[in-house]
């Protein structure tokens, strides 16, 4: 079945440094890829949308210069947090969806550390 | 604009006892409607699904009934187990107006004890 890769599966990083986070659709093309952040206690808020070869469409409230996504092929997405700062510590999760289905195919989350 | 409204959690539970978490939608039109769950420490996985009224989504022991007069997707397993602890997230997709971007629940974690 579909699915897809995500990594690197947990990072700590300085404060002021960027990290990469990259997801791969295997199996499948993914046209669009979301992008969560998992707060804890479970809720999940979308911050992001990128349809490949599109610029994405960021959620009010989110950073799009902090949160920079890249969807410049059908298998790869990537989000980069710039300048990144102990509050940007979470758990991100990418999803990705092929044309015209409905159903979502998730990475397995990343876990970042800002110290 | 699109909702989905779960039970709180926790739901804790005894190993073989029945389970129901509850989930409600607002939305326009004729969305699907989804169950993800989440192991501890990993995303999350599609653990079943029904596109229109009156469907019956099932998988793993699982199942919901899409209630479109009751706009209800509630999640049922007869006997849980231990294994089945995990969050669970509904959600719906495909409403009126064309947007395919998921609304999602906020959630409910079930912990099941020996």
């Known amino acids: 079945g579909a699915v897809v890769s995500q990594h690197p599966s947990r990072v700590i990083c300085k404060s002021g440094t960027s990290v990469k986070i990259e997801c791969r659709s295997l199996?499948?093309?993914?046209?669009?890829m979301f992008w969560y952040r998992q707060f804890p206690k479970q809720s999940l808020m979308l911050m992001a949308t990128s349809n490949e070869g599109s610029k994405a469409t960021y959620e009010q409230g989110v950073e799009k210069d902090k949160f920079l996504i890249n969807h410049a092929s059908l298998t790869l997405s990537t989000l980069t947090v710039t300048s990144a700062h102990p509050e940007d510590s979470s758990f991100y999760i990418c999803s990705g969806r092929g044309s015209g289905a409905n159903v979502l195919t998730f990475g397995a989350g990343s876990r970042l550390t800002v110290l | 604009g699109n909702s989905v409204t779960q039970m709180e959690g926790p739901v804790t539970l005894s190993e073989e006892a029945f389970l129901t978490i509850n989930c409600t939608y607002t939305a326009t039109g004729y969305p699907s409607l989804f169950w993800y769950v989440q192991y501890p420490g990993e995303g999350l996985q599609l653990l079943l699904k029904?596109?229109?009224?009156?469907d019956k989504g099932s998988n793993k022991g699982f199942e919901a009934t899409y209630r479109k007069e009751t706009t209800s997707f509630h999640l049922e397993k007869g006997s849980v187990q231990v294994s089945d602890s995990a969050v669970y997230f509904c959600a719906l997709s495909g409403a009126a107006g064309g947007s395919y971007i998921p609304t999602f629940g906020r959630g409910t974690s079930l912990i099941v004890h020996p």
């Open positions: 029904a596109t229109k009224a009156d």
């Open positions: 199996d499948f093309q993914a046209t669009t």
